[in-house]
């Protein structure tokens, strides 16, 4: 069983930085993705970065391409998204997620708020 843990988030000024980590207690080789979302006030959920971990692959939403950066630890079991140059846009609630390669994200965090003011 996975459970992941998210630290890090908190209220930064337009333009600053935040490093958010998840820590997976669960994780084995068989996580075959992990992935950060945020949901934004009033919308849904939206995916972030997410990361292949057998090999460190990312990929990352248009909206934060150059900004943003997630790696994950020699041990794999903790994510990190390194936020750069934040904008009041990126607030919302962000929740890491593991992925056993079936697709379905069937492993979450409870989410941790960054708030961005302008």
């Known amino acids: 069983q996975e459970r992941l843990v998210e630290s890090g988030g908190g209220s930064v000024q337009a333009g600053g930085s935040l490093r958010l980590a998840c820590e997976n207690s669960?994780?084995?080789?068989?996580?075959?993705?992990m992935a950060w979302f945020r949901q934004r006030p009033g919308q849904g959920r939206d995916g972030v970065a997410s990361?292949?971990?057998?090999?460190?692959?990312?990929y990352y939403a248009d909206s934060v391409k150059g900004r943003f950066t997630a790696s994950q630890d020699n041990g794999k079991n903790t994510l990190h998204l390194q936020m750069n140059s934040l904008k009041p846009e990126d607030t919302g609630l962000y929740s890491c997620?593991?992925?056993?390669?079936?697709?379905?994200?069937?492993?979450w965090g409870q989410g941790i708020q960054v708030a961005v003011s302008s």
């Open positions: 990361i292949k971990t057998a090999n460190g692959l990312t």
């Open positions: 997620a593991a992925d056993r390669g079936d697709g379905l994200w069937s492993y």
């Open positions: 669960g994780y084995t080789s068989s996580t075959y993705y």
